[in-house]
């Protein structure tokens, strides 16, 4: 009898162009191409998942700062899971098996609890649905409070996207992103939102398009520019033109964008995360912050719904 892989049930996707396979455990995008083109920076299933690539992040993206906060007149302290700097990181449900409640050629919906516990006692029945079509693969989450008092909530992605051969250095990045969260150097603790050009436009002003080159980047960016229908599109691209896009609407005012940054492994500078957020890192210590940092309080029998798309640029 076949074991089932380390990474959980794979639930292949296939339409037109496009292919993907889809996780089980963290509902994890595995991969993604198109004409046989990698559009993420993919793993082999029989592998624990490196560096939450391709996770659903819930219930909260980004980090925790101290493992600590106060929500409901209460105060909690979440599992450190980022010990070097002393966080919790990326929400609860990174490791949870999602199951099948749909399947079709081109589509898969998935669900898993959020169990209450010590540090977030709140029921939160997750969904999320992985949908391919014509423009690429779209994912959208929605989380229902099944508690009796209200639960804070965020979600996003966390894809490393692939623009073509070589590292992110040779990619070239349109980021239509205003204003950048500054953090402190040593724990990435959030400080304050300033404009992109202010201290370091080389590093984090890429409302043109430019070659990223040897910047390293690892910040959340908000004032995001969005088109007529409301959509705010990053597009990162190689030096023929080709490339991924990844588009998303409101519901995600926020975005983390990392270089991947691993000196001396192989894993090295090999993708660009990009991770719309429906909030800020450390958004579950909103009261801190100078600025507003979007953490979504669902109330009881109530849902919050966000989505996102990633496509080719041919």
């Not at 169990?115 to 959208?140: E, M």
């Not at 033109?241 to 192989?266: F, I």
Request: hydrophobic share 40%.
């Amino acid at each position: 009898m076949a074991s089932t892989p380390t990474s959980g049930t794979q639930h292949a996707l296939r339409a037109g162009d496009y292919e993907a396979v889809v996780a089980s455990v963290g509902a994890t995008l595995r991969s993604l191409t198109y004409r046989g083109r990698d559009l993420v920076v993919p793993f082999d299933a029989n592998e624990v998942r490196p560096a939450y690539r391709g996770a659903t992040l819930m219930p909260w993206p980004n980090r925790v700062v101290d493992g600590t906060y106060s929500f409901g007149g209460q105060n909690f302290r979440l599992t450190l899971t980022e010990p070097a700097r002393g966080h919790a990181l990326h929400g609860l449900g990174t490791w949870l098996d999602f199951e099948a409640i749909d399947k079709g050629p081109d589509h898969v919906t998935l669900t898993a609890v959020i169990q209450p516990q010590s540090a977030y006692p709140w029921r939160i029945i997750v969904t999320t649905t992985f949908s391919l079509g014509p423009d690429g693969l779209s994912q959208s989450v929605s989380a229902r409070n099944d508690c009796l008092t209200p639960a804070p909530w965020g979600t996003g992605p966390h894809p490393y996207l692939v623009a073509g051969d070589g590292p992110v250095n040779d990619w070239t990045l349109e980021l239509p992103a205003a204003q950048v969260l500054a953090v402190t150097d040593d724990r990435m603790v959030p400080i304050d939102l300033e404009p992109v050009g202010q201290d370091d436009p080389a590093r984090f002003d890429f409302r043109e398009p430019r070659r990223i080159d040897a910047v390293e980047i690892d910040h959340a960016f908000s004032g995001l520019m969005r088109d007529e229908d409301g959509l705010t599109t990053v597009k990162v691209t190689d030096a023929a033109g080709t490339g991924v896009a990844m588009t998303w609407d409101a519901s995600c005012p926020w975005v983390q964008v990392h270089t991947a940054d691993r000196p001396g492994l192989p894993i090295d500078r090999i993708g660009l995360a990009v991770e719309p957020m429906t909030c800020a890192p450390d958004a579950f210590n909103a009261q801190r912050y100078p600025y507003d940092a979007g953490l979504i309080e669902i109330e009881p029998g109530e849902s919050a719904t966000a989505a996102w798309r990633i496509s080719a640029i041919a």
